[in-house]
């Protein structure tokens, strides 16, 4: 029987790559939603049993989330959650602002009515899982934000808008019950962006 270690090797190769994704995507939503806290000291060995995955896949996990700025790399000593502080949300949400502006001017310009169509769409969804409780609302609310941005034809603008969305998303988490977030109307906002 002949194996083809091509493909033997490819298969491998997937199977690690969809643990690390996974291992990635499960540690970033932990530190955006709070559940690491910052500064927090991230243990490879507390994280794989936590997680139930081996060591590579946290150790590039976490590579992963230094570039996005979400986990820091400690010399000598291992990864902790990145600190938080009134300077870095203040430049965060500046940086948010102007890139998703220029995002959002480029896709108006761009629109095309299936765009237009897909953003109804994106909003809608959104919304039912907000009035549901839907566990899902948190991807969908950035998925319509992103989806308002899909039409402006720029790769690198995109990903660092995505970027500073889960940024700015986990400031959002710990301010938790602040007054002054309560007092937002983000339904309307929404509504309004999308009547424009």
Same mark, same amino acid.
């Given at each position: 029987?002949?194996?083809?270690?091509?493909? /033997?090797?490819?298969?491998?190769?997937?199977?690690?790559?969809? !643990?690390?994704?996974? !291992?990635?995507? =499960?540690?970033?939503?932990?530190?955006?939603?709070?559940?690491?806290?910052?500064?927090?000291?991230?243990? $490879?060995?507390?994280?794989?049993? %936590?997680?139930?995955?081996? =060591?590579?896949?946290?150790?590039? =996990?976490?590579? /992963? /989330?230094?570039?996005?700025?979400?986990?820091?790399? $400690?010399?000598?000593?291992?990864?902790?959650?990145?600190?938080?502080?009134?300077?870095?949300?203040?430049?965060? %949400?500046? /940086?948010?602002?102007?890139?998703?502006?220029? =995002?959002?001017?480029?896709?108006?310009?761009?629109?095309?009515?299936?765009?237009?169509? $897909?953003?109804?769409?994106?909003?809608?969804?959104?919304?039912?899982?907000?009035?549901?409780?839907?566990?899902?609302?948190?991807? %969908?609310?950035?998925?319509?934000?992103? !989806?308002?941005?899909?039409?402006?034809?720029?790769? $690198?603008?995109?990903?660092?808008?995505?970027?500073?969305?889960?940024?700015?998303?986990?400031?959002?988490?710990?301010?938790?019950?602040?007054?002054?977030?309560?007092?937002?109307?983000? !339904?309307?906002?929404?509504?309004?962006?999308?009547?424009?």
């Amino acid at each position: 029987m002949n194996f083809d270690l091509t493909k /033997l090797n490819q298969s491998a190769k997937n199977t690690d790559t969809s !643990t690390t994704q996974k !291992t990635y995507l =499960a540690l970033r939503k932990m530190i955006v939603a709070g559940d690491i806290k910052p500064g927090e000291k991230l243990k $490879i060995e507390g994280l794989r049993k %936590l997680l139930d995955t081996g =060591a590579s896949p946290i150790r590039e =996990a976490l590579s /992963l /989330l230094t570039s996005d700025n979400l986990v820091e790399r $400690i010399d000598q000593r291992g990864f902790r959650a990145s600190p938080t502080s009134r300077k870095n949300f203040e430049e965060i %949400l500046m /940086l948010r602002c102007e890139l998703e502006d220029t =995002a959002f001017r480029q896709s108006i310009e761009n629109r095309t009515p299936e765009w237009e169509e $897909i953003v109804v769409l994106s909003h809608h969804r959104m919304v039912r899982a907000q009035k549901s409780g839907d566990a899902a609302f948190e991807d %969908l609310h950035k998925s319509f934000h992103m !989806t308002l941005l899909g039409c402006c034809d720029a790769p $690198i603008l995109l990903k660092f808008c995505s970027q500073l969305y889960n940024l700015n998303i986990r400031y959002r988490y710990l301010a938790g019950s602040a007054m002054n977030y309560k007092r937002r109307d983000v !339904t309307s906002e929404h509504h309004s962006i999308i009547a424009s």
